[in-house]
């Protein structure tokens, strides 16, 4: 769910030969072939590698179709076609995200890549997480594209970045999740201001506590303002830092 720097090898294509062509099953479009599986969707082309799931591809591309509708309304942008591919195992995940986006999963458990050059590697989630990690990912996606960040690198201030993917996803996909903190928040997440802090907490014993963190202070912060605030400060053509810094001033937060 974090960003992480992408590499020019992601023209490397997972080039997979069509041997059959089925009827088109409601909306999308399925494609066996020797090495996997592609469904073409509204809105998303998933290949899936031999080993996943049967109707996984479907359900993903189903998801983001509906991602499409409700995050992009709420965000109001139309996002391109976004290209998926589904690993079977985490090693196979792991292998392409370093092939593909020259990155480690953060842990034996981590199974989501962020979206680079319009491509989001996926391994063995369960569903839940699928459907909350793909509603988070999807929002990033939307954001980077607002605030014109190519970068692939996960931007500063990132508790709000992360934050605002969690609020959306969330709002769509809460089932299986939890994040309700009572009392004074354990740590301040808002002094979280580089990508570099924000890992490090990552991986101590804050782990996902993180999101939870940033995902509390992000409703605060929406709920201050409106969510059409954010709507209209992600429009303005400003970079994330000049969007932040906007937000933040007319909260009252700084
Ligand atoms: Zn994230």
């Given at each position: 769910m974090d960003r992480r720097v992408h590499c020019?090898?992601?023209?490397?294509l997972l080039c997979v030969a069509a041997v059959s062509v089925p009827a088109p099953a409601g909306a999308q479009r399925l494609l066996h072939t020797s090495a996997g599986t592609k469904v073409e969707g509204a809105h998303a082309s998933i290949w899936s590698e031999r080993?996943?799931?049967?109707?996984r591809a479907a359900a993903v591309g189903g998801e983001i179709d509906r991602l499409f509708t409700h995050i992009g309304h709420d965000l109001e942008d139309a996002p391109p076609r976004l290209r998926v591919r589904l690993f079977a195992s985490h090693l196979a995940f792991a292998r392409a995200l370093w092939s593909l986006q020259d990155a480690h999963p953060q842990s034996s458990t981590d199974n989501t890549s962020s979206v680079g050059h319009g491509m989001l590697l996926l391994g063995p989630l369960p569903a839940a997480y699928l459907r909350h990690n793909l509603a988070h990912v999807y929002t990033e996606w939307i954001i980077d594209r607002l605030t014109g960040n190519h970068t692939d690198a996960l931007p500063s201030i990132p508790w709000l970045y992360d934050g605002l993917a969690e609020y959306e996803a969330y709002r769509y996909e809460p089932a299986g999740m939890h994040c309700t903190l009572k009392?004074?928040?354990?740590?301040?997440?808002?002094?979280?201001?580089?990508a570099r802090q924000w890992m490090v907490l990552r991986a101590g014993p804050l782990g996902s506590l993180e999101y939870c963190l940033a995902y509390a202070q992000a409703r605060a912060l929406v709920n201050r303002l409106g969510w059409s605030r954010i709507e209209w400060a992600l429009h303005r053509g400003w970079a994330w830092p000049v969007l932040v810094r906007h937000l933040l001033v007319r909260s009252g937060t700084r």
């Amino acid at each position: 769910m974090d960003r992480r720097v992408h590499c020019s090898l992601a023209a490397i294509l997972l080039c997979v030969a069509a041997v059959s062509v089925p009827a088109p099953a409601g909306a999308q479009r399925l494609l066996h072939t020797s090495a996997g599986t592609k469904v073409e969707g509204a809105h998303a082309s998933i290949w899936s590698e031999r080993g996943v799931p049967k109707g996984r591809a479907a359900a993903v591309g189903g998801e983001i179709d509906r991602l499409f509708t409700h995050i992009g309304h709420d965000l109001e942008d139309a996002p391109p076609r976004l290209r998926v591919r589904l690993f079977a195992s985490h090693l196979a995940f792991a292998r392409a995200l370093w092939s593909l986006q020259d990155a480690h999963p953060q842990s034996s458990t981590d199974n989501t890549s962020s979206v680079g050059h319009g491509m989001l590697l996926l391994g063995p989630l369960p569903a839940a997480y699928l459907r909350h990690n793909l509603a988070h990912v999807y929002t990033e996606w939307i954001i980077d594209r607002l605030t014109g960040n190519h970068t692939d690198a996960l931007p500063s201030i990132p508790w709000l970045y992360d934050g605002l993917a969690e609020y959306e996803a969330y709002r769509y996909e809460p089932a299986g999740m939890h994040c309700t903190l009572k009392g004074p928040s354990p740590f301040g997440i808002t002094k979280v201001l580089t990508a570099r802090q924000w890992m490090v907490l990552r991986a101590g014993p804050l782990g996902s506590l993180e999101y939870c963190l940033a995902y509390a202070q992000a409703r605060a912060l929406v709920n201050r303002l409106g969510w059409s605030r954010i709507e209209w400060a992600l429009h303005r053509g400003w970079a994330w830092p000049v969007l932040v810094r906007h937000l933040l001033v007319r909260s009252g937060t700084r």
